[in-house]
């Protein structure tokens, strides 16, 4: 905090924390560790749990099973207003009734601080809103409710700080200034972030740690390259970000497993495969692709994995060329190539090769099908464009 | 420029629309208007009049048009007690249904979940019985030998041994009667706030109580006076409960008017009672709504 003295920063920890709603599990058994200071994301489509999950955090909700320990403390029999907890809504929440000041205000006059101007007038001057201090909320633009929102909660200088999706209710070019905004505040203040949303860009950007969520369960969980680079089931590998999956058999495993899957072999490093038996789905993420036209094909580093097919579409999108490639066996696999490289881009039905490093392949267990968080992701993008 | 006249035109003819569309809007304003000239402002002005009016000298016992406003001073002068005590009753009655009316709108806005419309029938049921009808009712409730009164006698809560014919049971039937006004309005403003403005309270160190008191009370605002208002009013008018629940010594008002209406047939003090009653109601109104400050929370 400006002007505050050195605090302790502490961690979050849920254990095996569980909520059930009648007869579904919203959330499963949940363990996360958020270590102190990081700011962490917990991504996943609307009804994975993932807001469940932050309203028992914040106390507003109460586990089934499980316990929710900050620092050492256990705080889950803590009520709301015990907790060393502060929200930041997804509709702001802000009181209607009171100005701005008396909004930010609201937390340390709750706990019987005298003098609150000092702090006040701090907390809105690093939000940028010492000059509204004495409008109402309706009187505000959604970004600076938003950004009172965020000053409400961090002037308590709570353990840890609960944003429960933001920004989903700023326009596309407001969101993505916010995001840079909250990522210098996080910094600025060193305090633990929880941030909840189902748009994997936004978490991508801003988190440290990343916990894809599906089902009241995590899927994977690391720094958000880690995860994007080195997807560990077919669900994160289709709801973080894009990929092109192919169904396969492992013919040899040894520090390199590799693959045939329709008459064609693949290489992936041992350690990038999960698939426990036979069958495997390897996967690459488009921007790893070159598309190459066929008689080209010699340019291509010995040992990449490559694919033969026919280019069905073709569209530039100013930063990239987005291809769309039908192989022979009826796929569509889709690559993004770097509009830097010099030459001629590749035209609607011409024959191309498609080749990766084997260090960018993944593999992944087939079990749970290869649209496994597919739907979802098209959803968001959907809604995005709506937005 | 080229689009410069076709740009004027058109908002020539959006002013023009808008123009029309005002014209209708006064248009749909005369039935209402008309309504209240006949049926409000015609018998104000008669009422007013009437209260000026003195005793014919030739004829005694009627009464010609004149400006005698020692009509309204003598009427206080005789009447002060009844009018104190209705404000009194009026008032009791309005904090009583508030305190009942309160809880009971808070339970149906946030807990009844899908008992909500069920409960909101229940508070106005009720009212599909005739007001006189209910009234009556309670003389039989607090009858001398009725289970209220003799239950409350048995631990010795009753000074005057008896509810009925007391100032207890004419106030006890003004709240009961104006519940509903007081429930209704309450429930209406509870019910339009944001349940997540108290999870976020909790969330930011208030106890249950201090968020009642700063999220909750303050924003069920609009509900509080409009139902104090809606209760306060016409009770003090009242003069059903006072003649039916309450003895020669608990008499309002509205029974002081209906006497020298119906009765006396005194019509200049009537009128100079009524619309004295009209005038005070009317600034403690305005007084009320300017303390209580809601206007921008309406």
Known sequence: MPGGVARKVEDLRLVNLTKQFGGTKAVDDLSITSPAGSFFALLGASGCGKTTTLRMVAGLEDPTHGQIFIGDQDVTELRAFQRPVNTVFQSYALFPHLDIFENVAFGLRRRGVKDVDDQVIAILELVELSALARRKPSQLSGGQQQRVAVARALINQPDVLLLDEPLGALDLKLRRQMQIELKRIQSEVGTTFVHVTHDQEEAMTMADTVAVMNAGRIEQMGHPAEVYELPRTIFVANFLGQSNLIQGMKVSTGDVVEVSANGLGFRIPSKRNVAPGQSIVIGVRPEKIMVLDAHDESKLPAGHNRIYGTVTDVSYTGVSTQYLVETPWGQSIIAFEQNSIVGDRCELGDPVVLGWAPEHTFGLDPAEGLNAGLDHAVLELESDTEA | ?298
């Open chain 2, 1 to 298: 420029m080229a689009p410069v006249v076709p740009v004027a035109s058109v908002t020539t003819k959006v002013a023009q629309a808008s123009k029309q569309r005002s014209r209708i809007a006064y248009l749909l304003l005369i039935p209402g208007l008309g309504w209240l000239a006949i049926f409000f402002v015609i018998p104000l002005v008669t009422l007013f009049m009437t209260s000026l009016q003195a005793e014919s000298a030739s004829k005694p016992g009627t009464y010609v048009p004149g400006i005698q406003f020692s009509n309204y001073t003598d009427a206080l002068a005789e009447y002060w007690p009844q009018f104190v005590r209705s404000f009194v009753y009026a008032g009791l009655a309005t904090a009583f249904a508030l305190v009942i009316a309160y809880p009971l709108a808070y339970f149906i806005a946030f807990k009844a979940g899908n008992w909500r419309s069920l409960m909101l029938v229940l508070v106005v049921a009720p009212a599909f019985a005739s007001f006189l009808l209910r009234t009556y009712a309670w003389k039989t409730i607090l009858a001398d030998d009725g289970p209220v009164t003799s239950g409350l006698n048995a631990l010795h809560l009753l000074p005057d041994g008896r509810i009925l014919n007391t100032g207890i049971a004419v106030v006890a039937g003004l709240t009961y009667n104006f519940l509903p006004f007081m429930v209704l309005p309450l429930y209406a403003s509870l019910d339009k706030i944001d349940y997540r403005l108290i999870e976020a309270g909790n969330d930011l160190y208030g106890s249950p109580q201090q968020v009642f008191r700063k999220v909750t009370w303050p924003l069920s605002m609009p509900g509080v006076v409009a139902g104090t208002l809606l209760t306060f009013i016409p009770a003090a008018g009242d003069f059903i409960n006072a003649e039916l629940l309450g003895s020669t010594k608990d008499k309002m008002i509205g029974n002081v008017i209906q006497t020298n209406f119906i009765e006396f047939r005194d019509y200049p003090t009537a009128s100079a009672l009524s619309f004295a009653l009209m005038a005070v109601i009317l600034v403690m109104v305005l007084s009320y709504i300017r303390r209580s400050g809601t206007e921008d929370l309406v």
